[in-house]
């Protein structure tokens, strides 16, 4: 999936997140999303469960993720992919 553009494009559209607690993805989506373990069914149901049915935290996800995926923009990853094809190719 790489670099976690999933969620921050649900973020984006204002859509409430549940992601898995591991990889890069907890530092991608910061406070904007909840965030569960990937391997725990119950977990995922519960965390389902809130966002369909408690509406402050649904519209707190719904704000926290506009603000955050506003963080990541494609100017700055244009940067960050040159410096890193430069270091690679010195």
């Keep these: 999936e790489g670099f976690?553009?999933?969620?921050?494009?649900?973020?984006?559209?204002?859509?409430?997140?549940?992601?898995?607690?591991?990889i890069c993805l907890p530092e991608i989506v910061g406070d904007a999303a909840l965030l569960v373990d990937p391997l725990s069914p119950e977990a995922i149901a519960d965390?389902?469960?809130?966002?369909?049915?408690?509406?402050?935290?649904?519209?707190?996800?719904?704000?926290?993720g506009r603000i955050q995926c506003a963080r990541y923009t494609w100017r700055d990853h244009a940067a960050h992919l040159r410096r890193f094809y430069r270091e690679a190719a010195d």
């Design 4 to 22: 976690g553009y999933p969620p921050l494009e649900a973020l984006a559209m204002g859509t409430p997140v549940i992601t898995s607690n591991a």
């Design 47 to 64: 965390a389902m469960q809130t966002v369909l049915t408690d509406t402050v935290i649904g519209d707190r996800l719904r704000d926290a």
